[in-house]
């Protein structure tokens, strides 16, 4: 049996440990309270402080690894072979010639590789069928008996472009004129029936110069000249955007008058300056001063 002093020591104990425990609530909640109020207080100033904002740039990825150039498209190559028949009749002019009557027969081949070479042969053949006198040749004597008219063989032989630097052409001029136009203006070398040549021009360009030279025939000595021309506004201020609008040309032509028929020979020559003021979609205007006449 205890003693009653050790009843009241141990209720002694266990009231003092209940007042500390509420105390200690208290002092939390008032902690948690004043811990409210700061929490509070710091968010009303954030609020109130100017608020500035930015974006930021996605990071810009690393140059992914470029593909390798691609290598130009293989030429392609194009031919056709044909072969044409009909019937022709060469009929009196003025009292001249006689009736003549053939059968003509035309072979062609043409291959086509690209804009920068082309190659067309072929040539009529006729085959006398009335006319002609006693003794007439089978095959139109008139058509085959120079040199000259062997390149009749030749319709086109194309080497280069107008976009490259340099440029043949062979076969037959139909409206040919040099450059200008000055000396050398729509002509054809095949109107004559009975010569057939082949003739040919060279173009090419260097810098701010640019040259065309050509031939009527060139399997025999006929009409040949050459003009150059030089484009002020490159040789001046450099590579312009328009070629050619203000030049300065010198030409000169030469008649051998030796095949086709015999005729005088001369030669002319001719300088120029052209300025070329309006360029529109299907036309341009242009002003020309130039002096020029038979050399020698």
Known sequence: MSH????????SVGLFTSGDTRARLEEAVRLARHRNRGRLAA???????PMTGGASEPPVPEDEPTSPAQAPPARRWYYVTRVEATTLALLPRAGVGEDEGFIQVEPTFIIDGGPEFGVNV????????????????LVRHEDWDTISDWG???RGLKFGS???PWGVWFGGLDSYSLLTGHLVRRYSNRTNPDYHPAGGFLTGTVGPLYTEAFASDVLGARLMGAEFSLDMEHLLFGK????GRYTLALSAVHDWGRAGGRAA???????DATAVVVVKPGYEALVIAGWGGPSW
């Open 240 to 243: 312009p955007e328009q070629k």
């Open 265 to 271: 020979s001369v030669t002319l020559a001719h300088l």
């Open 122 to 137: 072929g040539a009529p053949v006729r085959f006398s069928m009335s006319g002609g006198g006693d003794g007439a040749a």
């Open 152 to 154: 009749q063989l030749v």
């Open 43 to 49: 968010l009303s100033l954030l609020l109130l402080l």
């Open 4 to 11: 009653p002093s050790d009843s009241r020591s141990a209720g």
């Open 162 to 164: 107008d976009n490259a």
